[in-house]
Each structure stands twice: as structure tokens, then as C-alpha cells.
């Protein structure tokens, strides 16, 4: 009798931990042992030639700043100016594992333009950038033009910025500030080179 009490426990036991252990495994994400093979186009290198470029050759180089429609100052830049500014570019990076997954793409053709674009949007407005458009030469299969849209949340206000990058010739940066009281200021910087 002794005998089939602990044998039942026994039972009893084994049972309840398998139990145990097949609930505290629910609670578990689920994990994949396939990777991620999603190829999107691959914009920093696109960057990083542009900036080679400009290094490599003597560009005259300026920018023109417009504050609020109104004042403009334009100046020449250095290389060292050059790179700096264009960081606002070269920072952004959607493929990055932990955010890369929020992001859906889309290709568009273009039969009157002899384009393809490449668009990577998210609906999460938690991230900062909303959307990337890379606008490729059907033909020559180059990059035209690249457009970036940023929203950042800051403790007291919300910077709408779009980033505009011309191959071989300009990049155009528009940030808009928007104040938790309303008030609202622009600027647009344009960077030019062999223009």
C-alpha cells in the first residue's frame, strides 16, 4: 500500500511539473531559428559615395540657411563642413535588427520617369523615422534622389524634419519646430556642390 501511495505521488509530481514547465514556456516569446534575409536598399553606401566624392573632388561647395521664410545667409563650406552636415543622412539607418522588423517596404515603378522607388514606411510614431523614399534609375540602376521623413519628440516640442538628397549635386534639409504652446518656427538648409 506504502508502495503505491509513492508511486502515485510520484506520478502526481512528474505530472504537475511537466505541466509547470509547458505554462512558464507559454509565457515565452516565441523563438525562431530562421533569420531575417529582408533586403532593404542600401542608402549608407548610396551616402557614403556621394561623400567620397565631394572629398575626392574640388567642389566648390556652399550652403544657404532660410530662417522662417525670411532671413537667408549663404556661405562656403569646407569638406570637414561638408561631412558634418551631412549627418543627418548618414545617421539614419531603419536596418537596424531592433527596429528594421517595424518597417514595411514598397517598389513602385515609374514608366514616365523610367524610375523605380523604393519606399520603407511605419505606422509606429514611436520611432523617428516615419518614412525613406529611394528613387533609382530603371536603366542605370542608380540612385537619383533619397528622401527622409523624421519626427522627434522632445520634452517641449515635436521637430517635423524632411531630408531631401539629390545625387551627385545637393541635399536639402527642412526641419519645422512645433512648441507645446503652439508657436512654430522653420528652417531649410540647402548644401551644394558641383552645381
Not at 509565457?27 to 551616402?47: A, M, R, V
Not at 536603366?139 to 528622401?147: D, L, P, R
Request: glycine share 2%.
Amino acid at each position: 500500500m506504502r508502495q503505491l501511495l509513492y508511486s502515485s505521488l510520484l506520478l502526481l509530481l512528474v505530472a504537475n511539473a511537466c505541466k509547470s514547465k509547458k505554462d512558464n514556456n507559454a509565457t515565452l516569446p516565441e523563438q525562431s531559428n530562421t533569420s531575417d534575409t529582408t533586403t532593404f536598399y542600401d542608402i549608407k553606401s548610396f551616402f557614403e559615395s556621394e561623400i567620397n566624392d565631394v572629398k575626392t573632388t574640388p567642389y566648390f561647395m556652399y550652403t544657404k540657411i532660410t530662417k522662417d521664410d525670411k532671413k537667408k545667409d549663404s556661405l562656403p563650406i569646407t569638406i570637414k563642413d561638408f561631412i558634418e552636415l551631412a549627418k543627418p543622412f548618414t545617421e539614419k539607418d531603419i536596418t537596424q535588427k531592433e527596429i528594421k522588423h517595424f518597417y514595411k517596404e514598397d517598389v513602385f515603378r515609374d514608366l514616365s520617369t523610367k524610375s523605380i522607388t523604393f519606399s520603407y514606411s511605419t505606422k509606429n510614431p514611436e520611432l523617428e523615422i516615419q518614412n525613406i523614399d529611394v528613387l533609382v534609375n530603371e536603366e542605370t540602376n542608380k540612385v537619383k534622389f533619397v528622401i527622409i521623413r523624421v519626427n522627434k519628440t522632445t520634452s517641449d516640442s515635436i521637430v517635423i524634419s524632411q531630408m531631401n538628397w539629390n545625387k551627385g549635386n545637393s541635399f536639402f534639409i527642412n526641419k519645422t519646430v512645433v512648441k507645446k504652446d503652439g508657436n512654430k518656427s522653420s528652417t531649410q538648409q540647402l548644401v551644394s556642390w558641383n552645381n
